[in-house]
């Protein structure tokens, strides 16, 4: 039963009517009356009589059987008023109003803007906070980090020798002060749980060359530098407050570090605290006469007299330098060469910072590329709606609104929609401000001056200003000039600007074609990095860190003497070895990853005569490189024969061997335990291991020498040793059983660091790991950012052709060449930003070679799977506005336009 | 105001809330409705199904609802009402309207609301 003509026509029967969609609706509703009726048992007839019944008191009602259409509200247009400026508010406020319309519009724009904005604030706060901001001390920029070096070679440990600080340290003209420090770590131990702090000792010199005043009390003299007047110390500000309860009353107090008392003299500020404020006290430091062959070594750092600059420092030093005492072998063993002295002088910023400086400023440079493109995609989104709005500026210039006039309006869009994305920007950027310093690795530098403050808010501001503008420029005078006749002619819903062919359009594509251009660059870069990180984690270090769990146990000379040690030692390996799953049980005073440490200068025997070579000394325990996983390549390893009544061994690494005994080590006899005793006592060496790299396999590696604890007389001599067990599954379980071992082997012992070798390889990898996520970041976003301008662009063109397509379908173009036909434009778009990007790239890529590891800049996996990426996220963004338009009804199209 | 009148407006007004308390539930279309209003009134209240829809239209045209066409696959269109935000605190405050009303009725006149 036709239900809607036989409504229609009795509706019409007293010459009035009602709206289609009325009829319809009262089609369906009697439709289903019928269908009712029906199931309640009525025959045909009778159910048509029912409906026939309604609709007659339907036929009564018509004349309120009106539908009112409603239009949304138009929008006033602001009255014209004189000022200018009074103008513009108002262009403010319409455009507000119209992007409240459109909140899907408004909502893309604007997150976009401040996904951009928020990561450009927190990028330059590092980069300001890190590299430009003025150093926390009041003479910052006249503070210079001093090295040393013989005959061109750096100390294998430290960076100043006593002979060279004590040659200029009195008679200096072109420095205001000089100070030697060190950094120590130490149990506290009184005041609470004992607690491992790091602090540092230092000359009384260092308060007046950082000008550095204490908060409560004063800081130590000169006076206080020699032991005789009893222990002083300076705490750190954080540290007065956690354990002292910021008690001005602990001055005067006792603080103990490894058990000796020192008293409480000062509080230092936090943010003066040297060299970060990592460092939890100051104690004094004396630097010590030359006398005989020793050396002592130290970090130094000066300040410059005002107008000198740090290469005349470093002159002078330099000059003073040549008349320092010969300290012969010492020189040779801490140096490796007893060459002239030569004394450079860094800029501290720069000196803290050189490591990041290169990284940071290509980060920068690559969140400056996010936010053009985050910018741009607002600003292609802005020209598509111009585009579709051609009747209302038609309009508005039929009306006499001059191009300056339609630009203003535009542009307050833009500005509106910028400060928006820039004032959820800055919030998201401080609310994740916060986490920076959690996120950063704990050795990055000056992470304390990292402050979202007046500058980095400023920058913001003006960068968001300035971007706003420019790319809000665009759109608006590409929407300013329109075709009056054929813009008004065109039907309403025709978009214009779809292809290629208008400007419009051409801006779009050419904004896309920047954007994809982009992604690329932040692609490969980000691709290098991970390669470049990748091949870090994989790199052949000469050990095998999975599988082992490692803690540091400390072991001060105040507390514990060498037969205390080797006893606790002993003990901790049987504990350890009998432990279930555990495979090696060892220590070594050394651990492989961690840089610097001792070194021992040593005259060996060797067939061509007596030489004089350099090395580092380790005690291990006889499992040790099993538990490491290091490889024997010449002899054998220690076994636990070889105890005080064998004969004296010793095992060397490959540098070693290869370079003061041409390969040849095994059966070369050398000193035993140097450093710790038994001088004269010789060793013979029974086995070569291969070198152990601290985080790339390209790093240098330096002559070791390994000793067992087992041969040196039961005495223990070093006071800090790594414990290490190797063990099956998951060797972090055993952290609990590894603690309660150290507890039982005596009870004062703590142990710290208690980590597996793994994750100490990962905290070394921290820097290169943050670079790689957050580049990895940034071109996720800007992938997703192309890839969804693509799919805007496709769909609209999409959409502007679709009659042109219906043509070809119904003139029988297969779904192959329609989706041929809309999947080109796109991918003329993408190629060409692909090509523009990887040449980008290619120049770009050049700045990062410093930190890159294993990989080139121009890796040829990266350039050549970056592009593909980019070609998939193409695909993927041009697949469903292709699908569509193969969907399309010819019919239906050709029959709405 | 005469009984006829009177009885109009209470119409009108009864109309008005019963459409827009089954509207709370869920969108409907205009079948659904009169249906509804037929069986949970126990056929109480002579509703005629022709003002339905010109009640329909004067709801929406208040934007009190709001009704869309909707397309199921193997269907003919219908059209769906549901209640906009302004026609839930109509509706919230008609509800206190009548209780209060109701009350006001008991009190005086002993008539208790079932």
């Known amino acids: ?897 | 105001m005469g009984m006829d009148a009177l009885a109009r407006e209470l119409k009108r007004g009864s109309t008005e809330l019963l459409i827009l308390s089954l509207l709370e539930e869920r969108e409907r279309h205009g079948y659904d409705l009169a249906r509804l209003i037929g069986d949970r009134s126990r056929g109480v209240i002579s509703f005629h199904v022709a003002s339905l829809y010109p009640t329909l239209y004067r709801l929406e045209e208040k934007q009190l609802i709001e009704g869309r066409w909707v397309e199921k696959a193997g269907q003919r269109r219908r059209r769906y009402y549901r209640l906009t935000a302004a026609g839930r605190k109509t509706l919230k405050s008609q509800r206190t309207t009548w209780q209060n009303f109701f009350e006001g009725l008991n009190r005086v006149a002993r008539i208790t609301t079932a």
Request: proline share 5%; net charge positive.
């Open chain 1, 1 to 897: 039963m036709d239900w809607k003509t036989k409504i229609a026509s009795a509706l019409a029967r007293d010459g009035r009517t009602a709206d289609d969609d009325v009829i319809e609706e009262l089609a369906h509703h009697a439709r289903a009356m019928y269908d009712a009726a029906r199931a309640d048992g009525a025959s045909g007839d009778e159910a048509e009589a029912r409906v026939c019944e309604q609709i007659e008191r339907w036929r009564r009602d018509v004349g309120r059987l009106r539908r009112t259409a409603r239009r949304p509200a138009a929008i006033e247009p602001p009255p014209a008023s004189q000022s200018s400026t009074a103008g513009f508010v108002q262009d403010l406020r319409y455009a507000f109003r119209l992007l409240r319309r459109q909140p899907r519009f408004t909502t893309l724009a604007s997150v976009t803007m401040a996904l951009g904005i928020a990561a450009t604030t927190l990028l330059f706060s590092v980069t300001y906070g890190v590299l430009i901001k003025p150093l926390p001390w009041p003479a910052g920029d006249r503070l210079v980090v001093l090295k040393e070096t013989r005959g061109g070679k750096p100390p294998r440990f430290n960076a100043f020798s006593n002979a060279a600080y004590l040659a200029w340290r009195d008679q200096a003209a072109t420095i205001d002060g000089i100070a030697a420090w060190s950094q120590q770590t130490v149990t506290l131990s009184g005041q609470g749980e004992p607690e491992r702090l790091r602090i540092t000792a230092a000359t009384a010199s260092l308060f007046t060359v950082l000008d550095a005043r204490p908060l409560v009390g004063a800081v130590f003299t000169q006076a206080d530098e020699v032991a005789s007047r009893g222990n002083v110390v300076v705490l750190s500000e954080g540290l007065w407050r956690e354990r002292f309860g910021a008690d001005p009353a602990a001055l005067g107090r006792a603080a103990h570090f490894d058990g000796q008392p020192y008293t409480i003299v000062g509080v230092l500020p936090d943010r003066l605290a040297y060299p970060d404020e990592r460092s939890r006290a100051f104690v004094p430091f004396h630097v010590p006469p030359i006398s005989g062959n020793s050396l002592s070594m130290f970090n130094a750092i000066a300040k410059l007299r005002s107008g000198v600059s740090a290469s005349q420092a470093a002159a002078e030093a330099t000059g003073r330098g040549r008349f320092v005492a010969d300290t012969g072998m010492t020189t040779m063993a801490i140096f490796g060469s007893t060459g002239a002295v030569a004394i450079s002088a860094t800029p501290l910023k720069d000196a803290l910072t050189s490591d990041v400086r290169q990284p940071l400023i290509v980060l920068f440079a690559a969140v400056g590329l996010l936010l053009i493109t985050a910018a741009g995609n607002v600003a292609g989104l802005q020209l598509a709606r111009a585009a579709s709005r051609r009747r209302e500026i038609a309009i508005r210039a039929a009306l006499g609104a001059g191009s300056a006039r339609v630009v203003r309006e535009l542009l307050a869009e833009s500005v509106v929609l910028g400060s928006i994305g820039a004032a959820s920007g800055l919030v998201l950027a401080w609310l994740l401000h916060r986490l920076v310093p959690v996120l950063l690795p704990a050795d990055f530098p000056r992470v304390g001056d990292l402050h979202l403050d007046a500058t980095v808010i400023a920058f913001s501001i003006v960068v968001s200003g300035v971007v706003t503008i420019v790319f809000g420029l665009i759109p608006a005078w590409r929407g300013r000039r329109i075709d009056l006749v054929s813009s008004l002619a065109e039907d309403g819903n025709a978009p214009a600007g779809g292809g290629a062919r208008s400007r419009v359009g051409r801006t779009r594509l050419a904004i896309m074609t920047g954007q994809v251009a982009i992604a690329c660059v932040l692609l490969v870069g980000a691709s290098l990095l991970g390669r470049s990180f990748v091949a870090l984690l994989t790199a052949d270090r000469g050990y095998d860190p999975s599988g082992v769990l490692t803690a540091r146990l400390s072991m001060p000379d105040s507390l514990f003497k060498p037969e205390r040690r080797y006893e606790i030692a002993q003990a901790l390996l049987e504990r350890l070895s009998a432990m279930p799953r555990v495979s090696d049980a060892a220590f070594t005073s050394e651990l492989p990853l961690t840089a610097g440490g001792s070194t021992a200068g040593l005259t060996l025997r060797t067939s061509s005569g007596p030489i004089f070579v350099q090395a580092s000394p380790r005690v291990v325990s006889p499992r040790v490189f099993a538990a490491l996983g290091m490889r024997v390549i010449a002899g054998r390893g220690f076994s636990a024969d070889d105890t005080q009544s064998a004969a004296p061994v010793a095992v060397v690494n490959r540098a070693f061997a290869t370079r003061y005994l041409q390969g040849a080590a095994v059966g070369v006899k050398i000193p035993m335990g140097l450093g710790y005793q038994d001088a004269g006592v010789e060793a013979e060496i029974v086995g070569v291991v291969d070198d152990v790299r601290y985080l790339a396999s390209n790093d240098a590696t330096h002559p070791e020498i390994y000793y067992s604890y087992q041969q040196l007389r039961g005495r223990l001599t070093v006071p800090v040793v790594t414990l290490l067990v190797r063990a099956q599954g998951d060797p972090a379980t055993l952290a609990g059983a590894l603690r309660a071992a150290v507890r039982d082997a005596d009870g004062t012992l703590v142990s710290e660091a208690v980590m597996t070798l793994e994750d100490r390889v990962l905290l070394g990898l921290a820097r290169p790991r943050l670079y790689m996520v957050l580049l990895g970041g940034f071109a996720a976003f800007a992938i997703v950012i192309a890839g969804v301008g693509l799919f805007a662009v496709v769909s609209y063109a999409v959409a502007g052709r679709s009659r042109e397509l219906a043509v070809r379908t119904a003139l029988g173009a297969q779904a192959s060449n329609i989706v041929g036909l809309v999947v080109r434009q796109g991918l003329t778009v993408a190629l060409s930003g692909i090509v523009v990007g990887l040449v980008a790239a290619m120049v770009l890529t050049r700045s990062m070679a410093t930190f890159l590891y294993g990989v080139t800049p121009y890796d040829a996996v990266t350039f050549v799977s970056v592009p593909l990426a980019l070609l998939v996220v193409t695909a993927i963004a041009c697949f469903v506005p292709a699908r569509r338009a193969t969907r399309l009804d010819p019919l239906r199209v050709l029959r709405s336009s």
